[in-house]
Nanobody
């Protein structure tokens, strides 16, 4: 698989912004297997939920709860994916996990980064 390391979490007030980044590393064979990178999140007491994904072949996809507020972007040359989060709400508070889907059927996860939205 590949190693994923997230950064950029923290504490922000409602209405504020944060930018998360995730860098993938590993041997070139596995890096070349990546066909999508994205984000999930898990709030306390809740299941992990999909947030956004950027695929190799199609446009980005977003959860309805973040559409219009979050923007995902990939830099394939650097093997990174970022999540720009604007107009943050308290309900966005969660641990955010980066993931990478590798062909034909594998997924790697990062360890997560905490995002807290609070006055």
């Amino acid at each position: 698989q590949v190693r994923l390391v997230e950064s950029g979490g923290g504490l922000v007030q409602p209405g504020g912004s944060l930018r998360l980044s995730c860098a993938a590393s590993g041997n070139s064979f596995n890096i070349n297997r990546i066909n999508a990178m994205g984000w999930y999140r898990q709030a306390p007491g809740k299941e992990r939920e999909f947030v956004a994904v950027a695929t190799n072949s199609g446009g980005p996809n977003y959860a309805d709860s973040v559409k219009g507020r979050f923007t995902i972007s990939r830099d394939n040359a650097k093997n990174t994916v970022s999540l720009q989060m604007n107009s943050l709400k308290p309900e966005d508070t969660a641990v955010y996990y980066c993931y990478a889907d590798l062909k034909p059927n594998a997924r790697s996860w990062g360890r997560g980064t905490q995002v807290t939205v609070s006055p």
